[in-house]
């Protein structure tokens, strides 16, 4: 069965950090690109960042460049988003997903993702 499960979701005050983790479990992690997406009430699901799982590629949202960290830990097949200068329009339900690493410059294009997780709600306080 086909898992990703996030984690690390919460209520931050602006200008704070958190950790977001996926965790993959049911395919091949290695031939997968892991993508964060956020939806907040009322707007469409944005792509926030991408990392490719065969060779490290990341990308990177104009509205989280330099602000947010992605990372991935292939022996734990689980991928993080380090968030750090938190502003209260980052609050969202965020989500990972998965798309062949082939595509990966896709990143941005939801249609193109096997699978998503079911989402953690990020709170950013003003």
């Known amino acids: 069965e086909v898992q990703l499960v996030e984690s690390g979701g919460g209520l931050v005050q602006a200008g704070g950090s958190l950790r977001l983790s996926c965790a993959a479990s049911?395919?091949?992690?290695?031939?997968?690109?892991i993508g964060w997406f956020r939806q907040a009430p009322g707007k469409e699901r944005e792509g926030v960042s991408c990392i490719s799982s065969s060779d490290g590629s990341t990308y990177y949202a104009d509205s989280v460049k330099g602000r947010f960290t992605i990372s991935s830990d292939n022996a734990k097949n689980t991928v993080y988003l380090q968030m750090n200068s938190l502003k209260p329009e980052d609050t969202a339900v965020y989500y990972c997903?998965?798309?062949?690493?082939?595509?990966?410059?896709?990143?941005?294009?939801?249609?193109?993702?096997?699978?998503w997780g079911q989402g953690t709600q990020v709170t950013v306080s003003s």
């Open positions: 997903a998965a798309l062949t690493t082939d595509i990966a410059t896709m990143w941005l294009q939801s249609p193109f993702y096997d699978y």
């Open positions: 049911g395919f091949t992690f290695d031939d997968y690109a």
